[in-house]
């Protein structure tokens, strides 16, 4: 994740983190699609993010709402009902990757990598069209977010 503050003169930055959370899913979903179409099956995955769920601060404003729009664009192939294609998409809490190792910031709820693959995978093969990965805290978690006041929020950015 490159994304910066906006309004601080990285906007390069930002528009890194859209072109590759938005357009290249969108990319990968048109290559992915063209198949599943022509063979009458399939299974499309789409990865968001725990913070898709509301907007978040600082250098993950970028980030939290180019993975609503993935989020949103799951749910717009959901709608169309493509015949014999499910589509899924999961919303990774936080997991300890090469991406965020850097990060200094004591991060509560982290889990480390194989934990955190291990429950996308399994949702995944469950095929389940929306998952909270892993479920624990992270099912909670997300029910809160939605409905807490964003004063509340904004602490876990």
Request: net charge positive.
């Amino acid at each position: 994740m490159r994304g910066a503050p906006l309004g601080i003169g990285r906007a390069g930055a930002n528009r890194e983190t859209a072109m590759t959370n938005v357009v290249r899913a969108l990319a990968q979903c048109e290559a992915a699609l063209e198949v599943f179409r022509r063979q009458g099956r399939g299974h499309l995955v789409l990865v968001s993010s725990m913070s898709a769920l509301r907007g978040m601060r600082r250098s993950m404003t970028t980030y939290a709402a180019t993975k609503a729009g993935v989020a949103a664009l799951a749910e717009g192939l959901r709608a169309e009902r493509i015949p014999g294609v499910d589509v899924s998409v999961v919303h990774p809490g936080y997991i300890r990757s090469e991406m965020n190792q850097h990060v200094q910031q004591r991060t509560r709820f982290v889990v480390d990598t194989p934990t955190g693959v291990r429950a996308m995978v399994d949702a995944i093969e469950e095929r389940r069209t929306r998952a909270y990965v892993p479920a624990w805290p992270w099912v909670p978690i997300g029910a809160a977010m939605r409905v807490l006041p964003l004063s509340v929020v904004r602490r876990l950015s």
